[in-house]
């Protein structure tokens, strides 16, 4: 079964450094996407991404977050100076399609900790 | 505005009960899709269905069923003869048309099944 790969699982950053949340999608996926979870909370969207640029964000995607396809394997999430308020587990998605036909399929998640 | 309703925050039952999650939306879209996942403690969001809004033929696999009732704006998620591996939080989810491909996610139930 194809997967969605997430790396880090986990980071601790201090605040204020940068972070860089790497995810591989599903090799013939054309659509990706960055949610997040803060805890205990429920899963928001933050921005999705096709044919390398942004198609959609959301209120919480500030000027802090990028999102970058450096290869053609690879999807970052960028957080530029990170705070408290930013810890959550953040989740990698992709689908083959933008209405998500086949459904949408999740990585592992990284937890980040803003200390 | 979408929205996505899980009035269930916890749901706790003995092995062998049947169990019903309720998911009621809201959306202004007559073209829309509604989703389940489920998120056992390892935290990964594993998808378990996705439903058209013109597809109101309820759905049976193996121990789960939705039933979908746009009346009522509900996708109700039932496990039938639960399992202790069934306990995990589930999450209802909503994309509309207009608004692009991103999942609105409902609070999230959790569910926990006893021995």
């Known amino acids: 079964e194809p997967e969605v790969t997430q790396t880090p699982s986990h980071q601790v950053t201090q605040m204020g450094q940068e972070v860089i949340l790497r995810c591989v999608p599903i090799s013939n996926h054309l659509y990706f996407y960055w949610y997040r979870q803060i805890l205990g909370q429920k899963v928001e969207f933050l921005v999705s991404?096709?044919?390398?640029?942004?198609?959609?964000k959301s209120e919480i995607f500030d000027d802090q977050f990028s999102v970058e396809r450096p290869d053609g394997s690879n999807f970052t999430l960028k957080i530029r100076s990170t705070k408290l308020e930013d810890s959550a587990m953040y989740f990698c998605?992709?689908?083959?399609?933008?209405?998500?036909?086949?459904?949408?399929?999740f990585g592992s998640g990284t937890r980040l900790t803003v200390v | 505005a979408q929205k996505v309703t899980q009035a269930q925050t916890e749901i706790s039952v003995v092995e062998k009960e049947d169990v019903t999650l309720d998911c009621v939306y809201e959306?202004?879209?007559?073209?829309?899709?509604l989703f389940w996942y489920k998120q056992p403690p390892s935290g990964e969001l594993v998808f378990l269905i996705r439903?058209?809004?013109?597809?109101?033929q309820n759905e049976i696999s193996g121990r789960y069923s939705w039933n979908f009732q746009k009346s009522t704006s509900s996708f109700n998620f039932t496990i039938t003869a639960s399992q202790v591996v069934d306990s995990a939080v589930y999450f209802c989810?909503?994309?509309?048309?207009?608004?692009?491909?991103?999942?609105?996610f409902g609070e999230g139930t959790q569910l926990t099944v006893n021995p």
């Open positions: 439903r058209n809004s013109f597809d109101e």
């Open positions: 998605a992709s689908s083959e399609d933008s209405r998500g036909i086949y459904g949408y399929t």
């Open positions: 959306t202004r879209d007559t073209t829309y899709y």
């Open positions: 991404f096709y044919n390398n640029e942004i198609s959609e």
């Open positions: 989810a909503l994309s509309e048309l207009t608004s692009g491909s991103r999942l609105t």
